[in-house]
């Protein structure tokens, strides 16, 4: 059988024939087969960088790759005859062909970058001295930024924070809370029901009116003393206007344990006002009437009108703006519990984030919380 590789190697000893690559650029010789030393592997480096500048487009640079970093290419030559040297040559001579390797690698990963750009640049798509474009970043809602600030506020002073259901039952949402069945307070909580019927014929769920029906469940759950915050959405079958949303947070607050007072009540929420509004802004307290807090009150902050400016902080021509039920835990949801409430009392408050936000930073309708108009919601 014809041996082609000895023919052809064969006919150009008799033409004295020494075969090239040609580059674009540059002809560069074939592996040397002498014994590499350091001199000459430096020499090789220098060759090939010089060749690799003088490359002008992609084909260029694959071709100078095949030439010098293939797998017949002549560093690759180099670090296969390393075995063959010396022993104590071929740590320094191996050393400086890896060397040699990785920096050959290098330039012409960037050279092919180079050539890129310069592609792209001459084709006038793209401009790389342009700055990049802005990236938007999101933001916190401001309901959630006011939640955690009053969460904060509370934890602050030792309450813990937990969370309930938002589809609740009516046991927790009314019964639990001294209001039965036909009580006229249920008045006060226009109820959206989930149109499910049990098979007692009752409709037992709704998504809950207020945040109170966690006061029973965390009660339920653990002996006294009790101290937590619950912060949670609420939904209301009602009209909306610039206080009033149909859907809108609360956060409940609940603190059981021997001697609490209705002083305490007071400290905490003076306490919870100066955190968040600065010890300034004025605090109404009034009677109110809620059926599970013996005695109960509301809670306002004031709205008058700015002295420096001429506006009031909620553009409403109202003096006082209400933010919270609260009051003294009822002895009948004590007992529900199966708290002893001749040992045990507590207070339970209930507020508003929102209407806090928009006392806070003097936004005159909640109506604006929940548009998802960003050039409202980007200013928080
Ligand atoms: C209650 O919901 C009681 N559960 C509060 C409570 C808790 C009293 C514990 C006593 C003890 P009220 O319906 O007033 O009460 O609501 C409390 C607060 O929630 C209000 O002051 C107001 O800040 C906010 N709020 C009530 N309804 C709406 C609404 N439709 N839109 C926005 N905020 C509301």
């Given at each position: 059988m014809t041996n082609f590789r000895a023919l052809t190697r064969r006919r150009a000893a008799a033409y004295n024939f020494v075969p090239t690559i040609?580059?674009?650029n540059a002809i560069?010789?074939?592996?040397?087969?002498?014994?590499?030393?350091?001199?000459?592997?430096?020499?090789?480096?220098?060759?090939?960088?010089?060749?690799?500048?003088?490359?002008?487009?992609?084909?260029?640079?694959?071709?100078?790759?095949?030439?010098?970093?293939?797998?017949?290419?002549?560093?690759?030559?180099?670090?296969r005859s390393i075995p063959q040297l010396d022993p104590d040559q071929r740590r320094e001579?191996?050393?400086?062909?890896?060397q040699a390797k990785n920096a050959l690698e290098e330039a012409l990963a960037r050279r092919i970058r180079e050539l890129a750009e310069a592609e792209l640049a001459a084709a006038g798509a793209l401009d790389v001295t342009l700055p990049g474009r802005p990236v938007i970043t999101g933001r916190l809602h401001p309901t959630t930024q006011i939640v955690r600030e009053i969460c904060g506020a509370f934890i602050a002073m030792g309450f813990s924070v937990v969370e309930g259901p938002e589809v609740e039952l009516d046991h927790y949402?009314?019964?639990?809370?001294n209001i039965p069945a036909g009580h006229p307070a249920r008045d006060m909580w226009n109820s959206l029901w989930v149109d499910y019927v049990n098979e007692e014929g009752q409709q037992p769920m709704l998504l809950r009116t207020h945040t109170s029906p966690m006061q029973a469940r965390v009660?339920?759950?653990?002996?006294?003393?009790?101290?937590?915050i619950v912060p949670g959405k609420c939904y209301r079958y009602e009209a909306t206007d610039a206080t009033h949303e149909w859907h809108f947070?609360?956060?409940?607050?609940?603190?059981?344990?021997?001697?609490?007072?209705?002083?305490?009540?007071?400290?905490?929420?003076y306490e919870f006002a100066r955190r968040v509004f600065g010890p300034?802004?004025?605090?109404?307290?009034?009677?109110?009437?809620?059926?599970f807090v013996e005695p109960g009150v509301d809670m306002s902050i004031s709205n008058f009108v700015d002295p420096a400016t001429g506006?009031?902080?909620?553009?409403?021509?109202?003096?006082?703006?209400?933010?919270?039920?609260?009051?003294?835990v009822h002895p009948r949801v004590l007992e529900g519990v199966g708290y002893d409430p001749q040992r045990y009392t507590g207070f339970a408050f209930g507020m508003g984030p929102e209407r806090i936000g928009m006392l806070k930073y003097g936004i005159d309708d909640i109506r604006h919380f929940y548009r998802n108009d960003v050039r409202f919601l980007r200013q928080f």
């Open positions: 040609v580059l674009q560069v010789s074939q592996p040397s087969v002498e014994s590499p030393s350091a001199a000459s592997i430096a020499t090789l480096t220098n060759q090939a960088l010089k060749e690799l500048d003088a490359v002008s487009d992609p084909d260029g640079a694959e071709q100078w790759r095949v030439s010098y970093l293939g797998r017949r290419g002549q560093i690759t030559g180099v670090l001579v191996g050393a400086q062909a890896n949402n009314f019964e639990m809370l009660m339920e759950a653990q002996d006294p003393p009790v101290r937590v947070y609360q956060i409940e607050g609940l603190a059981v344990a021997e001697g609490i007072t209705f002083a305490n009540l007071k400290g905490t929420l300034d802004r004025q605090i109404r307290f009034r009677c109110d009437y809620f059926p506006k009031r902080p909620i553009n409403r021509d109202e003096d006082w703006i209400e933010i919270m039920g609260a009051g003294m």
